[in-house]
């Protein structure tokens, strides 16, 4: 068995995002294309007799309700894994952003830990595992582009990656996820419909999807944090920018991009505007690993 292993944890940003009425079982009916990015989390996994999560960051939760810690207590559970497991997060995906971090670093523990005990990445215990924690954490376990229904977590299909330079703009301030449903509920917005961003997909046009990204949570994160709207607006009129859209329930901002030149000078301009900035692209796989 190995002893330790490393796994890339990928951010995503939402290319469509349609949030629907809430369910009999209180969540919201979720229609969403994900996309992974090359910006990640590093998450590196050893075998010990307890569990323990290092984090290079302090965080606003305390360890035992961080999405990693709980991945791997419940593998433990579902797989009757004997000891526990050392855990370094080496966090740089911003929390309250809207940029999937913890569902990934949830997916890099799962697929860290299924790798290290010799469990088949397609044992179906591990994508329920993944669907109990959370919406986002079956599609990381995945990557690459892929259209999501139920409460987010049920993946419809697979759809053909594209690759393009993307960036990322984020206000100081976070975006609650829970805040931004009640802001949603208290005064919803239509969801849209994905058939544009599916057709850029499928004829991996940037240009296309550039112009087709929707999130009917824009407002919510806009009355949450009124800045979100600045960084769109800025964004959205850069030359060079295909389109841009708010991650998630924000407070992210991202922008698909001509060129890698405009992705980064966007981010280099960002700290000047009061914005933390960063230039990425996206990527074709989900959470990975190495020994």
């Known amino acids: 068995m190995l002893q330790r292993i490393e796994v890339t944890a990928p951010a ?8 629907g009425a809430v369910r009999p079982d209180g969540y919201h009916d979720v229609t969403t294309v994900l996309h992974t990015l090359e910006f990640a989390d590093t ?4 075998p010990a007799p307890t569990f323990s999560l290092n984090c290079s960051e302090e965080l606003d939760i305390p360890a035992e309700e961080n999405l990693a810690l709980r991945a791997a207590r419940a593998f433990a559970e579902a797989f009757e894994m004997a000891g526990g497991v050392a855990i370094e997060l080496t966090k740089r995906i911003p929390s309250g952003a809207g940029l999937g971090g913890g569902s990934s670093d949830a997916a ?31 599609f990381f376990l995945l990557g690459g582009a892929a259209l999501m229904t139920g409460r987010g977590d049920r993946i419809e299909r697979m759809l053909p990656a594209i690759a393009v330079p993307v960036v990322l703009v984020k ?36 240009s296309a999807l550039g112009a087709a990204l929707s999130n009917n949570m824009t407002a919510c ?22 389109g841009a859209a708010v991650a998630g329930s924000g407070s992210s901002v991202y922008a698909l991009c001509a060129a ?27 959470v990975t690993w190495t020994e």
Do not use: C
């Open 260 to 286: 890698e030149q405009v992705a980064r000078r966007i981010a280099d301009e960002a700290a000047g505007r009061g914005f933390w900035g960063m230039a990425t692209s996206t990527r074709s796989s989900g």
């Open 43 to 46: 998450i590196a996994l050893e």
């Open 221 to 242: 994160a806009v009355s949450l944090v009124p800045e979100v709207a600045d960084a769109l607006a800025w964004v959205n009129v850069v030359p060079g920018v295909f």
């Open 171 to 206: 206000p100081r301030a976070p975006v609650p996820t829970a805040a931004a449903y009640r802001a949603f509920d208290a005064d919803p917005v239509p969801a849209g419909d994905p058939a544009a961003v599916l057709d850029a997909l499928l004829h991996a046009n940037p």
């Open 108 to 138: 890099a523990v799962l697929t860290g830990l299924a790798e290290l005990h010799g469990i088949e990445s397609a044992d179906p215990r591990l994508l329920a595992v993944a669907q109990a924690l959370g919406a986002d954490v079956p």
């Open 12 to 19: 995503k940003v939402n290319l469509f995002l349609g949030i």
